[in-house]
């Protein structure tokens, strides 16, 4: 299966400031990924299909001018938490598609907002 | 609309016994049904899938599920726990098209005492 990354792996930050996670496959190509959000000893939430060369597809309920995504390349799509509150503090978690729709996931990053 | 439903939060087992965590799922069509395995602070890693063919499948770790249309579940089993199996296992169904979005069970956290 793909191999993913994440970057960074936790992250602490103020409130307010804008926080940006990268999500890379390393051995596969991406024309999509997903960006999940985790709350403590809860599944996963999807937050948005990251499309490369167009835009993110955004769940319901999910602002799309706070979690700004851009899909770069066919292997780098980067999630921005913008103006970040205590609130946002979660784990994010990216995934990269296989040949049957299982989704391979990256290591996940903690963010903190103080 | 699509969705999973593991009943079990929460399991204890003792280690070298049985185990057997259950999921049962809502789709409309033909799924495609996954397993994953999340330690703390990590990604999610797959333990199997089931797409077609036969109804039992193997996964990595010793894990095997079976496919029950007629029930609407997917459970998962392993005859001998070890305490490395210790983690949360979350299920998850998903369509067979391209690039699809899953949708997962809310987990089930196993314990395993000595």
């Known amino acids: 299966g793909a191999v993913v990354s994440q970057h960074p792996s936790w992250v602490i930050c103020k409130s307010g400031t804008s926080v940006k996670i990268e999500c890379r496959s390393l051995d596969f190509q991406a024309t999509t990924m997903f960006w999940y959000r985790q709350f403590p000893k809860q599944s996963l939430m999807l937050m948005a299909t990251s499309n490369e060369g167009s835009k993110a597809t955004y769940e319901q309920g999910v602002e799309k001018d706070k979690f700004l995504i851009n899909h770069a390349s066919l292997t780098l799509s980067t999630l921005t938490v913008t103006s970040a509150h205590p609130e946002d503090s979660s784990f994010y978690i990216c995934?990269?598609?296989?040949?049957?729709?299982?989704?391979?996931f990256g290591p996940g990053t903690r963010l903190t907002v103080l | 609309a699509q969705s999973v439903t593991q009943p079990d939060i929460h399991i204890t087992v003792s280690e070298g016994a049985s185990l057997e965590l259950r999921c049962n799922y809502s789709y409309g069509a033909t799924p495609y049904l996954f397993w994953y395995v999340q330690s703390p602070g990590q990604g999610l890693q797959l333990l199997l899938k089931y797409f077609s063919g036969d109804t039992l499948v193997q996964g990595i770790k010793g894990f095997e599920a079976e496919f029950k249309r007629s029930q609407s579940s997917f459970n998962l089993r392993k005859p001998s726990v070890h305490w490395s199996d210790a983690a949360e296992y979350f299920c998850?169904?998903?369509?067979?098209?391209?690039?699809?979005?899953?949708?997962f069970g809310t987990g089930t956290r196993l314990t395993i005492i000595p």
């Open positions: 995934s990269v598609p296989g040949s049957y729709n299982e989704q391979f």
């Open positions: 998850a169904v998903g369509g067979i098209g391209g690039n699809e979005k899953l949708t």
